[in-house]
């Protein structure tokens, strides 16, 4: 109930919501005070958060009345190298300086990334937002397990306590209680989960070496 609701509100936001949120990361970075940066943080998460939400309410509009999950994922990619591509032509960022051995660091994160975003939509097209999203809120799961099992890693007790909330709480709920169940739409979601998982374990690894 409260997820339905919750899409619903969301579902009638648009980009313009986000403008008030925009026009304060512009000014900020000109105030050198600790509370400013303290708050530019903030307005990142704030903006990340609102952006994720409408990508996701608008990529299952889209996944509704075309539901091509590849072609779409193609595109979105096309669309964003274009953006950067001009960004780059322009000025507005600078053109990052590369050699072989980047991509190579760049090449596992960036395979981990494409598949848990692939999974994660295939999920949307399949299910409601709301349902994929509770299923991907099994991500912290999914990384001390892995963590556990594949890299020797160790954790307190109660952070294993910790996790029963999540999966029997939340996901198993949201599975079992799912009248318009779909076995593709909930594996979607555990893929994805266990490929963000990868792409943050890659991420770290190459963290610690350059450390």
Same mark, same amino acid.
């Given at each position: 109930?409260? !997820? ?14 986000? &403008? ?20 530019? $943080? ?11 939400? *409408? ?5 299952? /509009?889209?996944?509704?009345?075309? #539901?091509? %999950?590849? &072609?779409?994922?193609? *595109?979105? *990619? ?7 591509? =001009?960004?780059?032509?322009? +000025? ?15 090449? #596992? ?11 994660? !939509? ?13 299923? /991907? !809120? ?17 954790? #307190?007790?109660?952070?294993?306590? !910790? *996790?029963? #909330? =999540?999966?029997? @709480?939340?996901?198993? &709920? ?10 593709? @739409?909930?594996? +979607?979601?555990? $893929? %994805? ?16 070496? @350059?450390?």
């Amino acid at each position: 109930m409260i !997820s339905s609701y919750f899409c619903k509100s969301v579902s009638g936001m648009n980009y313009y919501a986000c &403008l008030p949120m925009l026009s304060l990361l512009i000014l900020i970075p000109f105030v050198k005070s600790e509370s400013a940066k303290k708050a530019k $943080i903030g307005l990142y998460f704030a903006m990340w958060w609102a952006l994720n939400v *409408l990508f996701n309410i608008y990529n299952k /509009k889209v996944l509704h009345a075309y #539901p091509y %999950s590849w &072609l779409t994922l193609t *595109l979105s *990619l096309a669309y964003g190298s274009l953006m950067m591509l =001009i960004s780059w032509a322009t +000025g507005i960022a600078e053109i990052p300086k590369t050699d072989t051995e980047f991509w190579k660091t760049l090449f #596992p994160v960036a395979v981990a990334h494409t598949i848990g975003h692939v999974a994660a !939509s295939m999920s949307i097209s399949k299910v409601a937002v709301s349902f994929t999203y509770v299923n /991907k !809120s099994g991500e912290p799961a999914f990384s001390v397990l892995v963590s556990r099992f594949l890299l020797g890693e160790t954790f #307190p007790v109660p952070v294993y306590l !910790s *996790l029963l #909330p =999540i999966i029997i @709480g939340g996901c198993a &709920l949201a599975a079992v209680t799912k009248l318009n169940f779909n076995m593709i @739409g909930f594996m +979607g979601a555990m $893929i %994805s989960n266990l490929a963000f998982v990868f792409r943050n374990i890659f991420s770290k690894g190459h963290e610690r070496e @350059g450390c």
